[in-house]
């Protein structure tokens, strides 16, 4: 079965940054979008941004917009979330996630069908 492992997840001060990586245990998802969501104790899982399977193309939450970067190579089944001036409300388990229905930076949590174990990124103000 193919896997999906997150790192890079820790502490940050608000204003800091943070890099998350996922990487697939094999190269299942070259030509599927790739994705990040997250959940905070209490919430539901929430999308924070996608990614297409050539990396051109990127969506996000309004949340994180202008905060937040996602990046693929092209073609590759790893994926990054750069995170700049985090802040507390960014505190949550992190998830990564995978498509095998679209190639397209899709914001739709149904569309992705493998999902990581979650990393946890914690803001202290």
């Known amino acids: 079965q193919v896997r999906l492992a997150e790192s890079g997840g820790g502490l940050a001060q608000a204003g800091g940054s943070l890099r998350l990586s996922c990487a697939a245990s094999e190269r299942t998802f070259d030509s599927y979008a790739m994705g990040w969501f997250r959940q905070a104790p209490g919430t539901e899982r929430e999308f924070v941004a996608s990614?297409?399977?050539?990396?051109?193309?990127?969506n996000y939450a309004d949340s994180v917009k202008g905060r937040f970067a996602i990046s693929r190579e092209s073609g590759e089944s790893t994926v990054y979330l750069q995170m700049y001036n985090l802040k507390p409300e960014d505190t949550a388990v992190y998830y990564c996630a995978a498509s095998t229905i679209t190639g397209t930076a899709t914001t739709a949590r149904g569309w992705f069908s493998h999902w990581g174990q979650g990393t946890q990124v914690s803001v202290s103000s």
């Open positions: 990614v297409s399977w050539d990396g051109v193309n990127t």
